[in-house]
């Protein structure tokens, strides 16, 4: 069956231009989770969904950053006015539940690479 | 604030031999452990996990061993294959306080000589 997919791969914008980064989580997996990784570094959780109720957005670095699940499947993360600093490789995960043991484990995408011109 | 720490950037080992990936973790709250392979331009892909009722799970060549006085834990590959050569994530999730976001470390490159 098909896993996590994103689009676009690469993505490369001019500082202080919007993106919207685009995930299609596994077929009927409940929760989906954006993560940032820095080079060399392991993901870092920015925010996560269960259904389209959004759970905890916590790790979203400011409010330029923001993350929608409308119909509880395909999720967006849109920066806004993109920085320098926002490069990074963003990834998102799927698991079936939300919680207890195996069904919590995530499975992720291949990412997408954001370079900020 | 590190809450998940991988000391080792990289192993080398030999095939046929056993590898030993180690990590710390410093929240109490931490209860269930997920160990990532990821290779270069993919995503991480989950290898095995263990929650913490337990102190051992085994799957195959892999086995997760945890340590919960210590807060450490560590993947055991036995026996060692070149194909085993990829970055090896740990991380952990606090279910009841943080539901489950994972907080991972910043990885292990594994090197498994033929």
């Known amino acids: 069956g098909a896993g996590v997919s994103q689009s676009p791969r690469y993505k490369v914008t001019k500082r202080g231009q919007d993106v919207a980064l685009r995930c299609d989580p596994i077929?009927?997996?409940?929760?989906l989770y954006w993560y940032r990784q820095a080079l060399g570094q392991g993901p870092e959780f920015l925010t996560y969904?269960?259904?389209?109720?959004?759970?905890?957005k916590s790790g979203l670095p400011n409010d330029r950053f923001s993350a929608e699940r409308p119909e509880g499947s395909i999720s967006t993360l849109t920066i806004q006015r993109t920085e320098q600093r926002d490069s990074a490789m963003y990834r998102c995960?799927?698991?079936?539940?939300?919680?207890?043991?195996?069904?919590?484990?995530?499975?992720f995408g291949p990412g997408t690479r954001l370079l900020v011109l | 604030d590190q809450q998940v720490k991988q000391n080792s950037p990289s192993l080398s080992v030999q095939e046929g031999r056993i590898s030993i990936l180690n990590c710390d973790y410093t929240?109490?709250?931490?209860?269930?452990f997920l160990w990532y392979k990821k290779y270069p331009a993919e995503g991480p892909t989950f290898l095995i996990s263990?929650?913490?009722?337990?102190d051992k799970n085994e799957d195959g060549r892999f086995t997760v061993f945890l340590n919960k006085s210590a807060k450490h834990l560590s993947l055991h590959i036995v026996p060692s294959q070149p194909g085993d050569s990829a970055v090896y994530f740990c991380?952990?999730?606090?279910?009841?306080?943080?539901?489950?976001?994972?907080?991972f470390g910043e990885g292990t490159q594994l090197t498994v000589n033929p």
């Open positions: 995960a799927s698991s079936w539940a939300p919680s207890s043991g195996r069904a919590a484990t995530q499975y």
């Open positions: 077929s009927g997996h409940v929760s």
């Open positions: 969904f269960n259904y389209e109720a959004q759970q905890d």
């Open positions: 929240n109490s709250m931490f209860d269930y």
């Open positions: 263990i929650s913490s009722i337990k």
């Open positions: 991380a952990a999730s606090a279910r009841e306080t943080s539901g489950s976001r994972l907080t």
